[in-house]
């Protein structure tokens, strides 16, 4: 069965310091998405990209995030200058279309030191 | 955008049949019901999702209310790998469609 895959699986790094969290969605789905769980917490809608843009980003994806899809197979998550309160999990998600389900990836841990 | 309301939490014997509920009365005709599950440690997994008629598929079934207030997730014979917590979600945002997480129900399984 087709999976998103998510690298790296944890990723530890120093406050401040940049982050790119990477993630191949399924191949023939055409909207991508990020969430994230801070431990205990619910999982938060960070925000939607079709067809090569930001479609809606929720007040959390603010100027210190960016995402990207460089080629035809990568998604990308990028953090500029990490914080303490980003450390969480992060899931990325893909779709086909409208009326379809969304497959989640493993997510990456990431910690912030 | 229409949201949904679910127990908090549900206890099931293994090997028995679980229905899960969920109110969604101000449900809008183009949205999708969404069943997601997430288990300890892990990331959501899709379940099942509906539009006005009932669904089945390998991991579960979806009834949904005639007037599509409300759906019930059948799990046909709950094992101790079901325990997690579910969560029923109406996409927002059009075409797009963000899935924005509740509290779910805790689903504990007992042997």
């Known amino acids: 069965e087709p999976e998103v895959t998510q690298t790296p699986s944890h990723q530890v790094t120093q406050m401040g310091q940049e982050v790119i969290l990477r993630c191949v969605p399924i191949?023939?789905?055409?909207?991508f998405y990020w969430y994230r769980q801070i431990l205990g917490q619910k999982v938060e809608f960070l925000v939607s990209f079709y067809n090569n843009e930001i479609s809606e980003k929720s007040e959390i994806f603010d100027d210190q995030f960016s995402v990207e899809r460089p080629d035809g197979s990568n998604f990308t998550l990028k953090i500029r200058s990490t914080k303490l309160e980003d450390s969480a999990m992060y899931f990325c998600?893909?779709?086909?279309?409208?009326?379809?389900?969304?497959?989640f990836g493993s997510g990456t841990r990431l910690t912030v030191v | 955008d229409a949201k949904t309301t679910q127990p908090n939490s549900m206890e099931s014997n293994e090997e028995e049949p679980v229905h899960l509920p969920c109110n969604h009365s101000?449900?809008?005709?183009?949205?999708?019901i969404h069943w997601y599950r997430q288990l300890p440690s892990q990331g959501p997994e899709y379940v099942i999702h509906?539009?006005?008629s009932n669904v089945n598929n390998r991991m579960a079934s979806l009834a949904i209310a005639e007037d599509r207030k409300s759906s019930t997730l059948i799990l046909h014979r709950a094992t101790l790998r079901d325990a997690a917590v579910y969560y029923c979600i109406l996409p927002v945002g059009g075409s797009q469609g963000n899935l924005i997480f509740g509290k779910g129900t805790k689903l504990s399984v007992k042997p």
């Open positions: 191949s023939n789905h055409l909207y």
């Open positions: 509906g539009l006005t």
């Open positions: 998600a893909s779709r086909q279309g409208q009326g379809n389900g969304y497959t």
């Open positions: 101000t449900i809008s005709g183009t949205d999708y």
